[in-house]
């Protein structure tokens, strides 16, 4: 199974200010996703990271408040942007192949003041 | 819309107990199914994955299984010990590729 880095692991920023967080897959994988976690709940999926063209959103989530970036097979980036409290929460990646089952990040635990 | 549900939300045992814990899907149109397990703080770690076309899958004291025509699978911990406290959660993988999970299942096994 890929081995997926992430970080930061945690952060605290300003509101209005804006966090990129990084995903390094060991290996090419063909699916890359961004998950939230808001505490005491489950995985929310934010958007498919498409290597090469735009993310795939979900439904509540915008490409403005949570820029994507895939340039290949081994690495994506989430940005949070323009932050208000409410985006307090644990960001979470993952990667893998359909037919392996999917790997995840360690996860970073964002609180804005 | 894939809808996954995990019982029970929560469960504490004492130590040495055997245990199932639950996960039920509407949709059997599923490539796999997958059991995690999630510290406090943390991110997933991948404990079984259980391909569509197999009944159960098994890691030492681990053991899952799917009924995909019923959308149920178990997982079963054996001789649960402190180490094992942490939420379990299950997760499907639709035709849309990407998981859908469950609520969790919160275990607490006691010394």
């Known amino acids: 199974s890929a081995v997926i880095s992430q970080k930061p692991s945690r952060d605290i920023c300003q509101r209005g200010t804006s966090l990129t967080i990084q995903c390094q897959v060991d290996?090419?994988?063909?699916?890359m996703f961004w998950y939230r976690q808001q505490p005491g709940q489950s995985l929310t999926l934010i958007a498919t990271?498409?290597?090469?063209?735009?993310?795939?959103?979900e439904s509540g989530f915008v490409i403005d408040k949570f820029p994507i970036s895939r340039p290949n097979l081994t690495f994506s980036t989430l940005t949070v942007s323009n932050m208000s409290p409410e985006d307090s929460s644990i960001y979470l990646c993952s990667g893998g192949e359909v037919t392996y089952g999917y790997t995840f990040g360690s996860g970073t635990r964002l609180t804005v003041v | 819309k894939q809808e996954v549900t995990q019982i029970p939300a929560a469960l504490s045992v004492p130590e040495g107990e055997n245990l199932v814990l639950n996960c039920s899907f509407t949709d059997s149109a599923i490539y796999n199914l997958q059991w995690f397990r999630q510290d406090p703080g943390k991110g997933l770690t991948s404990l079984l994955l259980?391909?569509?076309?197999?009944r159960e899958q098994t890691s030492g004291r681990l053991n899952a299984s799917l009924d995909k025509s019923s959308g149920r699978s178990t997982l079963y911990i054996a001789a649960s010990q402190p180490g094992d406290s942490a939420t379990y959660l299950c997760?499907?993988?639709?035709?849309?590729?990407?998981?859908?999970f469950g609520s969790g299942t919160q275990l607490t096994v006691l010394p």
């Open positions: 990271a498409n290597q090469g063209s735009e993310a795939t959103y």
């Open positions: 290996s090419q994988v063909t699916m």
């Open positions: 997760a499907v993988t639709p035709s849309a590729r990407q998981l859908t």
């Open positions: 259980i391909q569509s076309s197999q």
